[in-house]
Antibody, heavy 116, light 107 residues
Framework: QMQLLQSGPELKKPGASVKVSCKAS????????IQWVRQARGQRLEWMGW????????NYGQRFRERVTITGDMSTSTAYLELTSLRSEDTAVYYC?????????WGQGTLVTVSS | DIQMTQSPSSLSASVGDRVTISCRAS??????LQWYQHKPGKAPKLLIY???TLQSGVPPRFSGSGSGTDFTLTISSLQLEDSATYFC?????????FGQGTRVEIK
């Protein structure tokens, strides 16, 4: 059964960085696409970027290009999202998801709270 | 970016009712349109991809239609477990975008 398991909630101060992990199981991680999407309270889902694991081809959303890094570790079947220079507006649930055009499955979500 | 607009934002219907949710793209996206179901505290679940293809394991009461700019998700006979937020997503452009969601409540 394909599954993505994300790391736990994070509380960060403004200006800090956060790194969220997404561990894959039940499918071949190499050559798969992992997406990152976030949802702030009351807002629509916002796509951040994706990585094609194995080739390391990466595509970032323009809004996040300067602050986000997406990586993949084939040895542990884990993808990572790192977001720097955090501000209060980055408080959101962050999701990883498998797939290029359509996303399935999704991780359970990681709440990142940015507060002083 | 391609803007995705859903309507209505929320609806309330009874068990057994036929429910339709619309999603409109700001420019033509062919059939690069997906529908998801999202329940609080859970991972979103893929229902329909490529506008009208039912994902494996999804009950056949869910169906999708449309192409170009106008799309519809239909639940033919609403069930209690269908209480959730439904959102559309376009994959036509390299910059993926989502609709704002439609909350479905059971009367």
């Amino acid at each position: 059964q394909m599954q993505l398991l994300q790391s736990g909630p994070e509380l960060k101060k403004p200006g800090a960085s956060v790194k969220v992990s997404c561990k894959a199981s039940g499918f071949t991680f190499t050559n798969s696409a992992i997406q990152w999407v976030r949802q702030a309270r009351g807002q629509r889902l916002e796509w951040m970027g994706w990585i094609l694991v194995g080739s390391n081809h990466i595509n970032y959303g323009q809004r996040f290009r300067e602050r986000v890094t997406i990586t993949g570790d084939m040895s542990t079947s884990t993808a990572y999202l790192e977001l720097t220079s955090l501000r209060s507006e980055d408080t959101a649930v962050y999701y990883c998801a498998h797939g290029l055009g359509y996303f399935d499955p999704w991780g359970q979500g990681t709440l990142v709270t940015v507060s002083s | 970016d391609i803007q995705m607009t859903q309507s209505p934002s929320s609806l309330s219907a009874s068990v057994g009712d036929r429910v339709t949710i619309s999603c409109r793209a700001s420019q033509p996206i062919s059939k690069y349109l997906q529908w998801y179901q999202h329940k609080p505290g859970k991972a979103p679940k893929l229902l329909i991809y490529s506008a009208s293809t039912l994902q494996s394991g999804v009950p056949p009461r869910f169906s999708g239609s449309g192409s170009g700019t106008d799309f519809t998700l239909t639940i033919s006979s609403l069930q209690l477990e269908d209480s959730a937020t439904y959102f559309c997503q376009q994959s036509y452009s390299n910059s993926i975008t989502f609709g704002q969601g439609t909350r479905v409540e059971i009367k």
